[in-house]
């Protein structure tokens, strides 16, 4: 599809100019982190890919180190944030470093948030309409994404997906790009405090995951 090879173009070039004008507000981000609290300044974990291949995905580290044993979910309040990373994640700033997943090219601005290699299932529960979600590389900010973010369950993200997969075009890539911007300036659905996924295949099974969020290791 000649769309996709345009797509990765500008995805590439929007990022190295992200980049360059964010500059200044990325070393303030990653100097205030350090100065509060002891760990990384960046946090790496573990994604799914472009067909399903695992990467590291980057983001400014908004918890306390060790977070990850509090949990999938996070609480309202959650003492495991620490205050640059409230700040980071309300504004969504902790994001920035995917920059660098692009240019890489395991990202993409805008395609389908890439899943955690363990929730909301493994990748061999995904059902065959779901892998379609693989089919192109991740995004920052997807359909998914303007349409609820965080509170929409699993299986509705996927779905919206899909649909954007099977829909892949400039007007629809500008229509998310555009919403976007509308709910980072309102910083609406932008934290996990419910239970959106059930173990099982394909997110049909019977038992909830835990509902705590770990923050960097959280559901994007």
């Known amino acids: 599809m ?4 345009i797509k990765r173009f500008f995805d590439i070039a929007i990022s190295i ?14 100097a205030a982190i350090k100065f509060e609290s002891k760990g990384p300044m960046i946090f790496k974990q573990d994604r799914l890919g472009l067909n399903g291949k695992v990467f590291k995905i980057y983001k400014f580290r908004s918890m306390c180190v ?3 044993k509090g949990g999938v979910y996070e609480k309202k309040q959650d003492a495991r944030v ?13 994001e ?25 299932w493994l990748l061999e529960k995904y059902t065959i309409e779901q892998m379609k ?9 997807g359909w998914a994404q303007v349409n609820g973010r965080k509170e929409v369950p699993w299986d509705k993200r996927i779905e919206l997906d899909v649909e954007y997969v099977n829909n892949l075009s400039f007007a629809f890539d500008l229509k998310i790009f555009f919403k976007t ?8 659905n932008n934290v996990n405090v419910s239970e959106t996924a059930k173990a099982g295949s394909g997110g049909m099974g019977s038992q909830p995951v835990m509902k705590e969020n770990t923050g960097e290791s959280e559901e994007p």
């Open 181 to 188: 911007i509308f709910k980072v300036l309102t910083m609406k």
């Open 133 to 141: 979600r693989f089919h192109v590389r991740p995004g920052v900010t």
């Open 66 to 68: 060790g977070a990850e």
């Open 82 to 94: 620490t205050k640059v990373g409230r700040i980071i994640r309300k504004t969504s700033i902790d």
């Open 2 to 5: 000649v769309y996709k090879g």
């Open 96 to 120: 920035l470093p995917q920059f660098i997943n692009i240019i890489k090219g395991d990202m993409a601005i805008i395609g389908p948030r890439p899943t955690l290699t363990y929730h909301p």
């Open 17 to 30: 100019t992200g980049l360059i004008l964010s500059s200044p507000l990325l070393l303030l981000v990653a």
